[in-house]
């Protein structure tokens, strides 16, 4: 079947970033993602494509992850529209992958601050197989596209749904996600729960940006389990939000935690500025999972010590889903094997 013909090419993909991750092969490509975006620096580009080759490119899980959905063969592909976001580097690569496995073609438009990854990656596509220029095409409008599935915030969602209200359609809005705090926390967990928050600046949706803790909860552990973040104020961008936020609290008298590099605010809102974090308390695991539940149309996921809530993730792996965790949890390639 087609699709096998497809996992093979994806996993010589996975297989050319994994033995190329220090050569010049990929350094230039991480000089051309940082001067094209100032925040995707060479550690976050490298740690998006090796997370894409070792997560979603291997042999074995994509033919897993394909028989469960594809049992013939599309005779009439349907052309997708793939608008894709930019937070972070190859954010829509997933999207690209489900479209080629389902038998679609994959109309793509790039976010203008993630093009030189993306091109990268489908470019080197169309090395290992040219027959993917067919199935894989950068458009500038999707006027032609059959369906949509759409990534961006709330106001252009409104768009899509406007302009594509005829046609079968998945649009993604703002969400982020947000952490559980007992205080029974090891300082490792605490320590993977600075992934959640630091990698890619807190850029991404499946980043933490809010913290839900108990009634007299002392932040003293959670701060000195981060330390090693530190350095990420040595990043102009990142800095500058700090400073930034920093000097409305002061300015404001809002009470606040600081550390240096991360401002810690207690606020009912789920998304927090960058270098802030938002925290709430809860009285008891009742009110936790009320709260929750209440939260969960602009929650991406969850992470807590041993994913011990429903559908959490432990400390660490927020930035790491697998291939059938989908974003929204809207399932992807159902959707598109049903077009």
């Not at 990698?199 to 002392?218: D, I, T």
């Not at 991406?300 to 697998?322: L, Y």
Request: proline letters at 2%.
């Amino acid at each position: 079947m087609q699709y096998k013909k497809h996992i093979i090419t994806f996993s010589k993909l996975g297989d050319f970033i994994t033995q190329n991750l220090e050569t010049d092969a990929l350094k230039s490509l991480y000089w051309s993602a940082r001067n094209e975006n100032g925040w995707f620096t060479e550690d976050n580009v490298k740690l998006a494509v090796e997370n894409i080759a070792k997560i979603y490119l291997n042999e074995a899980a994509l033919e897993k992850f394909a028989q469960k959905y594809i049992q013939n063969e599309r005779q009439a592909p349907q052309k997708v529209g793939l608008v894709m976001a930019g937070n972070i580097p190859a954010v829509g690569f997933h999207d690209l992958l489900c479209v080629v496995l389902s038998g679609n073609i994959a109309l793509l438009k790039l976010s203008s601050s993630d093009t030189a990854v993306m091109l990268f990656l489908i470019n080197k596509l169309y090395e290992f197989d040219p027959e993917l220029k067919n199935k894989i095409i950068i458009a500038q409008r999707l006027n032609d596209a059959d369906a949509l599935i759409a990534t961006g915030s709330d106001n252009t969602a409104k768009h899509f749904e406007y302009y594509f209200a005829s046609k079968p359609r998945i649009i993604r809005r703002n969400r982020t996600s947000v952490a559980v705090l007992t205080g029974n926390e090891t300082r490792a967990e605490l320590a993977d729960l600075g992934n959640d928050i630091f990698q890619y600046f807190g850029l991404g949706c499946r980043n933490v940006s809010k913290l839900y803790v108990p009634v007299g909860y002392s932040f003293d552990k959670f701060y000195e389990s981060i330390e090693y973040w530190s350095t990420i104020r040595l990043h102009h961008k990142y800095n500058n939000n700090y400073d930034y936020n920093k000097s409305i609290y002061l300015v404001n008298r809002v009470p606040h935690f600081d550390n240096g590099f991360l401002l810690l605010k207690e606020d009912d809102a789920l998304v927090s500025p960058i270098s802030a974090c938002f925290y709430e308390t809860y009285e008891s695991e009742k009110h936790l999972k009320q709260i929750l539940r209440e939260n969960a149309e602009k929650t991406q996921c969850i992470v807590s010590s041993d994913a011990r809530f429903e559908n959490s993730f432990k400390f660490g792996e927020a930035q790491v889903p697998k291939l059938e965790d989908f974003a929204d949890g809207v399932d992807t390639m159902e959707f598109l094997m049903n077009l």
